[in-house]
């Protein structure tokens, strides 16, 4: 039977898929788009994880675009009172059967704007409400925890920013070649990391299983992956308190609030705001008794060490580290983590049905 585990390795290959296909599965966008010179901003909706990807990937879409980049809960979205009629509207979900979302899809279509739907499933309620899916290629993901689909999800975003900064002129074709280029460098490391993870793991279970909870910390786009780190924690063996904060909001009001049982954990490439990851695990460690920095510079032998290959596709190889923690949490209090096939009932079964239509 396929694990979870299976799932986050599989991040790797869906992930190469989706870079080897990127220019095929835009060209539909092109002719959505017609005039990408025209675009004036993109507004990105999601719940959940997808909310989580599409954050993790702000920065990179402006950037990469020069467009003005928003991403919206759908609540927050149907509150909005103004709709820039020249803005690409991208509506994220992975089952596509959220129904607030398909709603704010046919208001905007209502309105006249160019609606595309990342979804999984082609055949979906908001892939078909939209002017255009674009598949985040994982054809089914056995487990309601989204491991391989949160990755599939963003790199898709990233593509279809690429993309568009290629149409529009941002990028020229050897910056956008450079861009996939240094994807693939995240792609061919995701496989050392998951295998660092469990080593690392292995080596502090029993300290990490007693925790009350786990206070995760990123910066830039691993803010993004520390948010759903912390929602995989929650979601996955369901006991332990966990909350994704930035690397430097992180530092003012939350640490009134920890006490022993409870960690940091430092996502941190090495480069960006390494003075606060320094200092706040430093602080984890002598005060709380514990904590941890993800990355390529440890602090102690305690630390989750790895090599940072890429430069613009970092998430995807600091996600792996996070998800196993998840997992792993999970087996060790034998808590099952079965797919939606075999799963045995939970209350979250009927909170899924409050957000289908």
């Avoid at 990755?151 to 568009?164: D, H, N, P, Q, Y």
């Avoid at 320094?278 to 390529?296: D, I, Q, R, T, W």
């Amino acid at each position: 039977m396929t694990t979870m585990l299976d799932c986050i390795r599989q991040s790797a290959v869906t992930g190469k898929v989706i870079l080897d296909n990127a220019r095929k599965n835009t060209d539909a966008l092109v002719e959505l788009v017609k005039d990408a010179k025209k675009l004036e901003a993109i507004e990105v909706i999601g719940s959940g994880s997808s909310y989580n990807a599409s954050f993790t990937e702000v920065a990179f879409m402006e950037k990469v675009t020069g467009l003005p980049t928003h991403v919206y809960h759908p609540n927050a979205f149907a509150r909005k009172t103004v709709y820039n009629p020249n803005a690409l509207y991208i509506f994220v979900s992975q089952s596509g059967t959220s129904s607030l979302v398909k709603q704010q899809v046919l208001k905007i279509n209502e309105l006249g704007g160019c609606t595309v739907a990342v979804t999984d499933d082609r055949t979906s309620p908001i892939a078909t409400a939209c002017k255009l899916n674009v598949s985040i290629e994982v054809n089914g993901e056995p487990f309601g925890y989204r491991t391989v689909g949160f990755c599939s999800t963003f790199m898709t975003l990233k593509v279809i920013a690429l993309r568009i900064g290629l149409e529009n002129g941002n990028l020229t074709e050897e910056q956008y070649s450079g861009y996939l280029a240094d994807g693939y460098k995240a792609i061919e490391n995701h496989p050392a990391v998951v295998e660092a993870g469990l080593k690392w793991f292995e080596a502090n279970k029993d300290v990490l299983k007693g925790l009350r909870s786990v206070m995760y910390y990123g910066g830039g786009e691993l803010h993004g992956i520390a948010i759903e780190g912390a929602l995989k924690l929650l979601e996955t063996p369901k006991l332990y308190l966990s909350f994704g904060w930035e690397a430097e909001d992180g530092i003012h009001g939350p640490v009134y609030g920890f006490n022993k049982g409870d960690t940091i954990i430092f996502l941190n490439d090495g480069v960006q705001d390494r003075q606060y990851a320094e200092a706040m695990v430093k602080f984890s460690k002598n005060e709380l008794g514990v904590g941890y920095m993800f990355g390529p510079k440890p602090v102690d032998d305690k630390d989750l060490c790895f090599e940072v290959k890429s430069e613009n596709f970092k998430e995807l190889e600091f996600s792996p580290a996070v998800q196993i923690i998840a997992y792993e949490m999970a087996v060790i209090n034998d808590v099952p983590v079965l797919d939606m096939a075999h799963r045995v009932p939970h209350v979250s079964g009927s909170y899924f049905q409050t957000h289908q239509g």
